[in-house]
């Protein structure tokens, strides 16, 4: 089920493999989740969905990416990251079971959505094997790092 700890930890995967930030690649990939917000919305009885909906587009999804690179001192240089991430996040979603197809490729021009509908979104083994990845690349990494260590000292 990759719900926010599943795409975290592949945005984390994805940033210390490819060397990227690995900050913003995590960050950029729960931009799409910010449609979340709506949740609040719908608890206080106001009805929203049409105007968060958006967000959890490609294109939405791009356009909270190049407003939140703002926020850094250097735009340019967060874009890519968080773009990373954005990407993770809509593969993920991809292969989801929705009762509804989520991934809409072609919004605005289109609401039509696409899935391919392998994983249940009841099913945690998604996030067992990221956590599982995650603690494998963190200890090749941290095999990596000692014996460049151990290489300095002699």
Known sequence: MPDWLTHSLIGWITGKTTK????????GSLIPDLVKINLLFTWLHIADHQFFEPL???????????IVALCFQEPKKAVLPLG???LTHFTLDFFLVHTQPVLRLLFP????GWQVSLIRSDDYMVTIVAVLAALFIYGLYWIAARRKKQQAVH
């Open 56 to 66: 959890h587009t490609p294109i939405g999804a791009l356009l909270v990416t190049g």
């Open 20 to 27: 990227q930030d690995i900050a913003l690649v995590v960050i």
């Open 84 to 86: 990373i991430g954005v």
């Open 109 to 112: 021009f289109s609401w039509d």
